[in-house]
């Protein structure tokens, strides 16, 4: 019994031992931290591809990582205190919707990053980090260059062959269609490549034709 009561007090002893990390030691473990975030921030500011970049989650990214390598670096020293900080962090609820699916693997390369060096395995952060980082951009880079956008065109139904016509040489899926006493609105999806869209001019031309508006799909 006695060899009990002492085990437990030697695993309750161990937070004692956060003292023993210099501030020299955190500010090197925080450094390194920083370097990880300026990556994945930079990552997601010059390559989203997303309908509407958000800053405020580019610096949450930044956030995330440092927090969690304070975590990792508090609780690694106290087997007591991390098993408290998880019972605290278990009643944490987040209600922010994500809206773009990309933007889940981003949070978890953020809490990665900031596991990795709070656990004091910088090289392994460092040099996942930008492998991960090289393995995203090329994926971005060289996917194909054929977009997806949505077509809306309202027109009357004395245009309706003619718009048919345009939109059959787009190979374009039909999405929605909206009928009203005078009108007819289309809602298409089509793909294409470039920035020219000769399309809208021959939509335009045709008599009837109200409206021709291009919108890039995200599927958000």
């Given at each position: 019994?006695?060899?009990?009561?002492?085990?437990?007090?030697?695993?309750?002893?161990?937070?004692?031992?956060?003292?023993?990390?210099?501030?020299?030691?955190?500010?090197?473990?925080?450094?390194?931290?920083?370097?990880?975030?300026?990556?994945?921030?930079?990552?997601?500011?010059?390559?989203?591809?997303?309908?509407c970049y958000s800053?405020?989650?580019?610096?949450?990214?930044?956030?995330?990582?440092?927090?969690?390598?304070?975590?990792?670096?508090?609780?690694?020293?106290?087997?007591?205190?991390?098993?408290?900080?998880?019972?605290?962090?278990?009643?944490?609820?987040?209600?922010?919707?994500?809206?773009?699916?990309?933007?889940?693997?981003?949070?978890?390369?953020?809490?990665?990053?900031?596991?990795?060096?709070?656990?004091?395995?910088?090289?392994?952060?460092?040099?996942?980090?930008?492998?991960?980082?090289?393995?995203?951009?090329?994926?971005?880079?060289?996917?194909?260059?054929?977009?997806t956008y949505l077509?809306?065109?309202?027109?009357?139904?004395?245009?309706?062959?003619?718009?048919?016509?345009?939109?059959?040489?787009?190979?374009?899926?039909?999405?929605?269609?909206?009928?009203?006493?005078?009108?007819?609105?289309?809602?298409?999806?089509?793909?294409?490549?470039?920035?020219?869209?000769?399309?809208?001019?021959?939509?335009?031309?045709?008599?009837?034709?109200?409206?021709?508006?291009?919108?890039?799909?995200?599927?958000?």
């Amino acid at each position: 019994m006695s060899d009990y009561i002492t085990e437990i007090k030697n695993l309750m002893g161990q937070a004692d031992s956060l003292s023993s990390t210099t501030p020299t030691q955190i500010i090197a473990c925080l450094t390194f931290t920083v370097i990880c975030a300026a990556i994945i921030y930079c990552v997601y500011r010059f390559f989203y591809r997303g309908a509407c970049y958000s800053e405020n989650f580019a610096v949450l990214l930044v956030l995330v990582t440092l927090i969690t390598a304070m975590i990792i670096l508090t609780i690694s020293s106290s087997v007591a205190l991390s098993l408290g900080t998880i019972g605290a962090l278990s009643i944490i609820r987040f209600r922010s919707a994500i809206k773009d699916p990309l933007d889940v693997g981003f949070l978890f390369w953020a809490v990665v990053a900031g596991l990795t060096t709070g656990a004091g395995m910088v090289p392994f952060a460092l040099i996942g980090s930008v492998f991960i980082a090289v393995v995203y951009v090329l994926m971005i880079l060289l996917r194909t260059s054929r977009g997806t956008y949505l077509l809306v065109v309202r027109y009357q139904k004395n245009a309706s062959e003619d718009v048919k016509k345009v939109l059959t040489s787009l190979k374009s899926r039909l999405k929605n269609k909206s009928v009203y006493k005078d009108e007819t609105e289309l809602t298409v999806q089509i793909r294409f490549r470039g920035s020219e869209t000769p399309f809208l001019d021959e939509l335009n031309a045709i008599e009837g034709v109200s409206s021709a508006v291009l919108v890039e799909f995200t599927g958000e």
